[in-house]
């Protein structure tokens, strides 16, 4: 063989050992950047795996755990606490909520006083903080409006809804205190006639109550004073009756037009406020309708000769209350006034009811007061479970061994424990006279009357109706 060929295959040959060489040189390099880049990864997974399974956050600075920011959550009662890392929060130490995003968001809060923060290696520190987001869901007082005589009383009733905590000291003043004082927990005194206004402060919030104080009528006392003078004739003024045609509207407005608790509050305006007892006529007739002359058909009092203008036919008259005038069946002149069943539908047309010209018998086929609801006899048993202030009463009147049956008609005007006070208008020979308030236990109350007039379905609704006008 040439001695150049030999050369030739011997370069060759070396050039293949070199290659293999050089190869298993690139693959033990591949080899150990694989296996580093395993050990890598592997090591990035442990230390991911430690964060899961210790909640541990490694990659955090020492910084310790405090508040960004509070705010109310919109549209909520919500309060919002946003963490500068991740951690729980509480306002006890005991409950905790733990941080969404490092949000803590407490329910239905108004006011955080303290706060106790938790990282994620529970250390707890504690913030004293000052956010309130109290607010004032509702104040109102009870009435808009107050009468009240010289002398009497009347107490603010208040309604305050507080989200949050507050100081719930309400504050009233009054402009006048010539006319009306208002006191520390609300209560009015009327001083003297005008009008003024009592404010009712709660921080930012006021009401307004406009006081009328009157010196034509009298604080309402526990009972009827039969003491009172007898109305006489044209003491007052068109702009008088005017004023206690207005307040006796209020009363019954307020107690409920078309209502029981309006007829009610009409009973005991003219036995309680109104200064003087209207007296006992004997009417000269009820057909064609003899208006003003033992019966008043109108809405209103009848006290001065401007309300001649509403009257439809007079006998003797006409004469407002209190004046003498002729009375048929006593024929003489006595001073006008009401007989027991012109009081009653008086009394009732005040309410807004409309109880037509009746008489006070119980006369079969003859429509009388005792129709208007179901009479019922009257027991201590019905005394006890059913009477109601508002319902009719009829008797005779005259105590006797037995109770006639029928020919007086009266209203129960209130009921406090075992006495019921009876609105009347009283004629000669009962001991009492005039338009009054009797107080009567069970057993007179059965000795003088035997029917009840169960008035329910009469009046529809009760309104704001009180067993008794002493709070």
Not at 138 to 143: D, M
Not at 301 to 322: A, C, D, E, F, I
Not at 339 to 347: A, E, K, V
Not at 392 to 406: A, H, M, R
Request: charged share 30%; with cysteine; proline share 3%.
């Amino acid at each position: 063989m040439p001695k150049n060929e030999v050369k030739k295959k011997t370069n060759t040959a070396a050039t293949k050992k070199a290659h293999i060489k050089a190869n298993k040189r690139k693959l033990r390099i591949k080899r150990i950047l694989y296996s580093f880049t395993l050990l890598f990864l592997l090591s990035i997974i442990f230390m991911l795996l430690i964060l899961i399974f210790t909640d541990k956050d490694f990659t955090k600075n020492k910084e310790e755990i405090n508040i960004v920011e509070i705010k109310k959550k919109e549209n909520s009662n919500n309060i919002i606490v946003k963490l500068n890392q991740k951690g729980s929060c509480s306002l006890d130490k005991v409950d905790w909520i733990n941080s969404n995003k490092n949000i803590c968001e407490f329910v239905d809060t108004y006011i955080l006083d303290k706060i106790y923060l938790k990282d994620i290696n529970d250390n707890i520190i504690e913030k004293d903080l000052k956010v309130d987001y109290s607010y004032i869901e509702e104040f109102k007082v009870n009435k808009e409006k107050m009468i009240l005589a010289v002398n009497a009383q009347d107490k603010i009733d208040y309604g305050l809804v507080i989200k949050g905590k507050m100081e719930t000291q309400v504050e009233f003043i009054s402009d006048n205190n010539d006319i009306a004082t208002v006191s520390e927990d609300g209560t009015v005194t009327g001083i003297s006639a005008g009008e003024t206004t009592i404010h009712v402060k709660f921080k930012d919030k006021e009401e307004k109550i406009n006081v009328k104080v009157s010196n034509l009528i009298i604080p309402v006392a526990p009972d009827f004073n039969f003491d009172k003078d007898y109305l006489t004739c044209d003491i007052y003024s068109k702009e008088e009756n005017d004023e206690l045609d207005e307040i006796l509207k209020f009363r019954v407005t307020e107690a409920g037009y078309k209502t029981r608790a309006g007829a009610v509050a009409a009973a005991r305006f003219i036995g309680l406020e109104f200064p003087y007892i209207i007296n006992y006529f004997s009417e000269n007739g009820r057909y064609p309708g003899v208006d003003g002359e033992g019966r008043y058909y109108h809405e209103g009092l009848y006290l001065n000769k401007s309300r001649y203008s509403v009257l439809t036919n007079s006998m003797h008259g006409p004469g407002v209350w209190g004046c003498y005038i002729h009375s048929v069946p006593a024929e003489k002149e006595i001073r006008n006034g009401l007989d027991c069943s012109g009081f009653i539908t008086w009394i009732i047309k005040q309410a807004g009811y409309s109880p037509g010209d009746l008489g006070a018998g119980v006369s079969p086929g003859v429509e009388d007061m005792t129709d208007l609801g179901e009479k019922i006899h009257l027991t201590e048993d019905v005394v006890k479970n059913t009477l109601k202030p508002g319902d009719l009463l009829s008797g005779d009147g005259v105590p006797d061994i037995e109770p006639i049956n029928g020919g007086h008609i009266a209203m129960v005007a209130g009921i406090n424990g075992d006495d019921i006070y009876v609105s009347e208008e009283l004629w000669w020979g009962t001991g009492y006279v005039g338009a009054v308030i009797r107080k009567y236990s069970t057993k007179d109350l059965l000795r003088y009357f035997y029917w009840q007039v169960d008035m329910n379905e009469f009046y529809g609704e009760d309104g704001n109706l009180t067993n008794y006008w002493i709070k």
